[in-house]
């Protein structure tokens, strides 16, 4: 028997009201789930660790003594990142400047425009019509403005104003990522060389000093791209993440003209950290810095190079002892 129009409609609003009550319910239970994950980490930040992995790979984290090079993170995460003084520092987007600029790569720092103390300081009529702003401790919590013409200012301090109440370091217990100062910090919006929406990140993962891999990473604003790349600029494998690769890649990435640079630069700035994964852009002339990683999408779903062709078990170093001069 054929429906009338009115069934049909009805129908309709059945499944968009089921269909809203599951992301209402989804949405609870995340955030239920975040709330007890801060918790845990006020409590313990291996309590934390072992909650998140558990429910993530559905099996005991092994740290006593890890395997895996996701394991060796979170060892390397409890027992010397969040430890050493050091780590805070260089996790903080703000306070790392005065890092690169003692390792004499301040030429390389991103133009800094200003800081606001908090999300009610931030005045736009100041900034210039394209800009980057971000917390100075809050992994994706980020402005990236190409025309502010577009931006409803008060619509982005509201967003602001959200980010400024989560502790994101409690998430997955990066107790390194808790500055000292939280503050919003407004830097130059970098123009790539190839004049992509977003730059291309060049993700240096460095062991004891030395950068073994490049993870490049393009074409986030269409169909983000991942892949490993050797310094001589060759292919080593796909990014591989939980035990799966992100294949959707049929072209190489374009050798940064500053390869070299980069390297170097890597190298310096890694150097005394048994893993650090230094980020860089190609600037029109010059490499610019981006950031210090020490626990990649909090040690958790850490991208790493097929075990098979390298494996970053083999080369992150731990247990160990931590010494920082």
């Known amino acids: 028997m054929a429906m009338d129009q009115s069934t049909d409609v009805r129908i309709v609003k059945d499944s968009i009201r089921s269909k809203n009550k599951n992301s209402t319910f989804l949405l609870i239970v995340s955030k239920t789930a975040n709330a007890i994950m801060r918790v845990a980490s006020r409590i313990s930040p291996r309590?934390?660790?072992?909650?998140?992995?558990?429910?993530?790979?559905?099996?005991?984290?092994?740290?006593?003594?890890?395997?895996?090079?996701?394991?060796?993170?979170?060892?390397?995460?409890?027992?010397?990142?969040?430890?050493?003084?050091?780590?805070?520092?260089c996790s903080d987007k703000y306070a790392v400047r005065d890092y690169i600029i003692n390792k004499g790569y301040g030429e390389y720092l991103n133009e800094l425009i200003c800081t606001f103390n908090n999300p009610d300081e931030i005045d736009f009529d100041i900034l210039p019509d394209k800009f980057a702003m971000k917390l100075n401790d809050g992994a994706g919590f980020y402005l990236i403005c190409t025309n502010k013409k577009e931006l409803d200012y008060e619509e982005e301090k509201k967003k602001f104003r959200r980010w400024w109440k989560v502790n994101n370091y409690l998430m997955y217990s990066e107790m390194q990522n808790r500055a000292r100062k939280r503050m919003i910090v407004v830097e130059k919006y970098i123009d790539d060389f190839e004049n992509n929406e977003q730059p291309t990140d060049y993700k240096f993962y460095c062991f004891d000093g030395e950068p073994v891999a490049i993870l490049v990473v393009w074409e986030r604003d269409v169909d983000t791209k991942k892949i490993f790349m050797s310094k001589e600029w060759e292919?080593?494998?796909?990014?591989?993440?939980?035990?799966?690769?992100?294949?959707?890649?049929?072209?190489?990435?374009?050798?940064?003209?500053?390869?070299?640079?980069?390297?170097?630069?890597?190298?310096?700035?890694?150097?005394?950290?048994?893993?650090?994964?230094?980020?860089?852009?190609?600037?029109?002339?010059?490499?610019?810095?981006?950031?210090?990683?020490?626990?990649?999408?909090?040690?958790?779903?850490?991208?790493?190079?097929?075990?098979?062709?390298?494996?970053?078990?083999?080369?992150?170093?731990?247990?160990?002892?931590?010494?920082?001069?």
């Open 235 to 325: 292919f080593i494998s796909y990014a591989w993440k939980g035990g799966k690769a992100d294949t959707n890649i049929n072209v190489l990435p374009t050798r940064p003209r500053d390869l070299d640079k980069m390297i170097k630069c890597a190298r310096d700035l890694s150097s005394g950290f048994p893993f650090v994964r230094v980020d860089l852009y190609q600037g029109k002339d010059k490499p610019i810095f981006g950031e210090l990683t020490f626990t990649c999408a909090g040690a958790m779903f850490t991208a790493e190079t097929d075990p098979e062709v390298l494996d970053m078990a083999d080369l992150l170093k731990v247990p160990r002892v931590f010494n920082w001069e």
């Open 47 to 89: 309590l934390n660790t072992e909650l998140r992995y558990y429910l993530n790979y559905g099996k005991r984290i092994r740290l006593n003594p890890p395997i895996t090079f996701v394991e060796k993170c979170n060892w390397y995460k409890l027992n010397i990142v969040n430890k050493h003084e050091i780590f805070r520092t």
